[in-house]
Each structure stands twice: as structure tokens, then as C-alpha cells.
């Protein structure tokens, strides 16, 4: 009899089975919390550095290539998902918004990202006199960050002038037609002349008073609807060659 008692004792010593399994899970919800909170808090340069060494472990080339030949994977696996063309926008759009924000044009300049793309929208006190085509210098500084951080990524470029109802009629300007035309045109040379983008990036179109962001009721308002906007837009149509 004291054998078997002795026996009873020694099954009865150490954890219940199941907290075996109750151990497991909560190691594991733990293990999946840290790694929520890791990529809460990712660094984008290790990031970056991580997936650069992923790529040179799988073989894939600068730019998404690999060494095979064939044509899906030589255009780079990315999923389905993966829009390389929206990955640009973010890229652009983080660029200026630091610009904006260092050069205090907050009032002058903002953006907004859009089903067509990345819409830069600028003043026209920024850009030009009232009545006028010629781009002032304070606004060739915006246009040159603006340029710099376009001319790294393939998106097509859409240059889209504004006025307001204030007719104008002169040997230059004949109307608004021509004034808001001739704004978007001068942007589009800007960014040839002197950042050298390519043209065939690069188109222009005038919309006159017809598409104000707000009534043309106050100052204000006619001023907020002269502008000029510069669409990154969201999609890449040429085929890399």
C-alpha cells in the first residue's frame, strides 16, 4: 500500500497537461504582438537595407530584374498588388512635403493624391503676377524641387492651368483661354529648359475659369482658383525598352 500511495504522489507532481498548450498559445500570441509592434515602428532604412539583401539572396538584379529570360519573371514577380507607379507618388509626394513644410509654403502649395495621381497644386501669387504668364523666381524655386523629384521616376506629367472670372482681353491674352494655357505651357518649357525632363513626359492643357475650387464670390476665392496644377500621374504607359 505505501507503494501505490508514493505512485499517486509522484503523478500528482508538476503542471496540469493543459497548461502545456496554454503556455504554447500565449508564447505565440506574445511572439505575434512584438511583431506587430516591430513593423509599427519599422525603420525604413533597415528596411530597405533587409530587402536589398533578400534580393541579392534570390538573384534579382537592380530593378526588379532577374537572370532568367523569361518575359514574366524579367519584368520582376511583384504580386498582384504591387504598384510600382504608386510607390513613386508616395516617394515624391514625401520629398515635397518636406520642402513645403522646411520653406513655410503651406499657404501656398499643397497636394493631394487622387484617382488620376499625385495633384501639386500652386497659387498663382507663387507662380505669377495677376494677369501675367511669366513664372517669378520664388516660383521657380518650387519648380525646381518640383522638377527634381519628378525627373527620377518614369510617371507622365500633366500640367493643368487655372483662372479665375476676371475677364481679361489683350493682344497677349485674347481671354482666359489663352492666359490659363499659356501658364501651363510656360511650366511644361520650365521643366525642359532647365531640368531637361523629357517631352514626350510632358503634356499641357488650359481649362480657363471652368473648374474652380471654390465660388468666385470673394478675393479670396479668385485667388485660391488662379493656380496651376502639376498631376504625376498614376499610371507609367511606355514600355521599358
Request: aromatic letters at 6%.
Given at each position: 500500500m505505501p507503494?501505490?500511495?508514493?505512485?499517486?504522489?509522484k503523478v500528482k507532481k508538476g503542471s496540469p497537461a493543459w497548461m502545456t498548450t496554454?503556455?504554447?498559445m500565449m508564447t505565440l500570441l506574445l511572439v505575434f504582438f512584438v511583431l506587430l509592434y516591430s513593423f509599427s515602428v519599422m525603420d525604413l532604412e533597415k528596411f530597405q537595407g533587409f530587402i536589398a539583401a533578400l534580393k541579392a539572396q534570390l538573384g534579382v538584379l537592380d530593378g526588379g530584374r532577374t537572370i532568367s529570360e523569361d518575359t514574366l519573371v524579367s519584368k520582376g514577380l511583384k504580386g498582384d498588388r504591387f504598384n510600382p507607379s504608386q510607390?513613386?507618388?508616395?516617394?515624391?509626394?514625401?520629398?515635397?512635403?518636406?520642402?513645403?513644410?522646411?520653406?513655410?509654403?503651406?499657404?501656398?502649395?499643397?497636394?493631394?493624391?487622387?484617382?488620376?495621381g499625385l495633384v501639386v497644386r500652386l497659387t498663382g501669387q507663387i507662380l505669377y503676377d495677376l494677369g501675367k504668364a511669366e513664372i517669378k523666381?520664388?516660383?521657380?524655386k518650387i519648380l525646381h524641387e518640383i522638377a527634381t523629384s519628378i525627373k527620377g521616376i518614369p510617371n507622365?506629367?500633366?500640367?493643368?492651368?487655372?483662372?479665375?472670372?476676371l475677364p481679361i482681353n489683350n493682344e497677349q491674352f485674347?481671354?482666359?483661354?489663352?492666359l490659363s494655357?499659356?501658364?501651363?505651357?510656360?511650366?511644361?518649357?520650365?521643366?525642359?529648359?532647365?531640368?531637361?525632363?523629357?517631352?514626350?513626359?510632358?503634356?499641357?492643357?488650359g481649362y480657363s475659369e471652368y473648374r474652380p475650387l471654390y465660388s468666385n464670390d470673394t478675393p479670396e476665392h479668385r485667388a485660391k482658383n488662379r493656380r496651376v496644377e502639376i498631376v504625376i500621374l498614376n499610371s507609367i504607359n511606355r514600355q521599358e525598352e
Open positions: 507503494r501505490e500511495k508514493n505512485k499517486e504522489e496554454y503556455g504554447d510607390t513613386n507618388l508616395n516617394k515624391v509626394m514625401g520629398e515635397l512635403s518636406q520642402y513645403i513644410k522646411e520653406q513655410g509654403l503651406q499657404n501656398n502649395v499643397s497636394m493631394e493624391i487622387t484617382r488620376r523666381p520664388e516660383g521657380e507622365d506629367i500633366m500640367v493643368e492651368g487655372h483662372t479665375d472670372n485674347p481671354s482666359n483661354w489663352e494655357t499659356t501658364r501651363a505651357t510656360n511650366v511644361i518649357k520650365f521643366f525642359i529648359e532647365n531640368h531637361n525632363i523629357s517631352p514626350d513626359r510632358l503634356s499641357a492643357a
